[in-house]
Every structure is written in C-alpha cells, then in structure tokens.
C-alpha cells in the first residue's frame, strides 16, 4: 500500500506556481520522498527526490517539513505541459531493492 | 526520450495467442523492472530483473512470463491471458535495484485482450 496521501486533483493558472502537497505521516527515518509524473499515455517520468532537506533542481522544487511528515512539490512557472497526475512516493530498502509503491497521485490541470 | 523504449506500442490479442512485449533500454543500466497499469488503478510492479537475474516476482499469474537474456534487454511472454488482463504494461531501468536508483520508464505498451 502507497504510504502518502494527497489530493485527487489541483487546478492551476499557467505561468503561476503550483504547489503539490504530500502527507505521509508513517515516514521512517531513512526513507526518501520522491516525485514522479505521469503525462497522458506516457510512461512516469521522474521529478525529484529528497530525505529532509529542502532540494531545487531544473524541474521543480521540494519542501519537506521539519517532523518530515508532509512535502510539497513546487513546479514555479507551471505550463500547459505540466498537466499530468503527479504521485509522491516513500521508499526505502526492502530486501535489496528500492521499491517504488505508486499510489492514485494528484491530477494537476495546468489552465491557460 | 527517457533512453527505455518499448515496442509494440499497442497490441490486441485474442485469450488463446501468444505474444510478447518487448523492452530495450540505451542507458547502461542493470535493474529492469515491468508493471502493469489498470484503468482507474495504480501501478503495479511485476518483476524486478538484476544484472539478468530475477530478484523479484509479485505474484504474478504464470501467463505472464519474462525473460531476460542481456541488460538490455527485457520481454513479457504473453499466453492464454484473460480480458481483465487488459492494461498499460510499463518497462523501467534503473542503474542498480538498490537505494537512490531513479527510475525511468518506457511510454509502455497498451494491451487489449479480445
């Protein structure tokens, strides 16, 4: 079972920031939170991730609060093709694989 | 591009053929994963290859069977399947199954089953 939860859809205005949240309450101390997307028939395609640091790369940025039970992805100028179902994930180790367990995500419909 | 394609795109079989799904990946990795994506459902992992071998099989019914013959290379033998097994079926590589391995995903295969 997916451990987060997060909103079934958002709607945002292009060229503003869209602010995606995450709970995940049950984190253990050495699991990563990690974002990935899924445009319409493609396949997921990998955002960010992060441990309890707040990380920025060219895509979006991550803020993990400091009891590490919830995060939002930030996506600062969204565009047109931002629109997809984003889907946040905890994963650690198990049995020498890092799982990724996809929950139902968030259904972001970026609007001109 | 991701560097992880699949081909067919989309298939339709009838419940008694045999096809396969085929994954190629042109990054150097050495996990390959398959799932499958429902309507209306999250993704499921199905097998988990490493360095060839398979590490991992989420019970999966034995129509469905993969192989694995080079890191590059990953199949999904398809047999006597069942219309609920309908679906995207999803490739992924990662550089190594362990921690931190981003995952990257083929544009999948969309499978109907007659």
């Known amino acids: 079972d997916a451990k987060t939860t997060q909103p079934p859809s958002m709607d945002c205005a292009e060229g503003r920031a869209a602010n995606l949240p995450c709970n995940h309450s049950t984190i253990s101390g050495n699991e990563y939170v990690y974002w990935y997307r899924q445009i319409h028939s493609q396949g997921p395609q990998y955002i960010i991730h992060?441990?309890?640091n707040n990380e920025t790369n060219e895509m979006a940025s991550l803020i993990i609060t400091e009891d590490r039970k919830s995060s939002t992805l930030i996506l600062p100028h969204a565009t047109l093709r931002d629109t997809a179902v984003y889907y946040c994930?905890?994963?650690?180790?198990?049995?020498?694989?890092?799982?990724?367990?996809f929950g139902k995500g968030t259904k972001l419909t970026v609007n001109p | 591009e991701t560097g992880v394609t699949q081909t067919p795109r989309h298939l339709v079989m009838g419940m008694t053929n045999k096809k396969s799904l085929k994954c190629e990946q042109h990054l150097g990795h050495n996990a390959m994963y398959w799932y499958k994506q429902s309507a209306k459902k999250p993704l499921e992992l199905m097998f988990v290859y490493s360095l060839e071998e398979r590490v991992e099989n989420n019970s999966v019914p034995s129509r469905f069977s993969p192989e694995c013959p080079n890191s590059s290379h990953l199949f999904l033998h398809l047999h006597t399947l069942q219309p609920e097994d309908s679906a995207l079926y999803l490739c992924a590589s990662s550089q190594d199954r362990g921690f931190g391995n981003i995952q990257y995903f083929g544009a999948g295969t969309r499978l109907s089953v007659l």
């Open positions: 992060g441990l309890k």
């Open positions: 994930i905890v994963t650690g180790l198990q049995g020498g694989s890092e799982k990724l367990v």
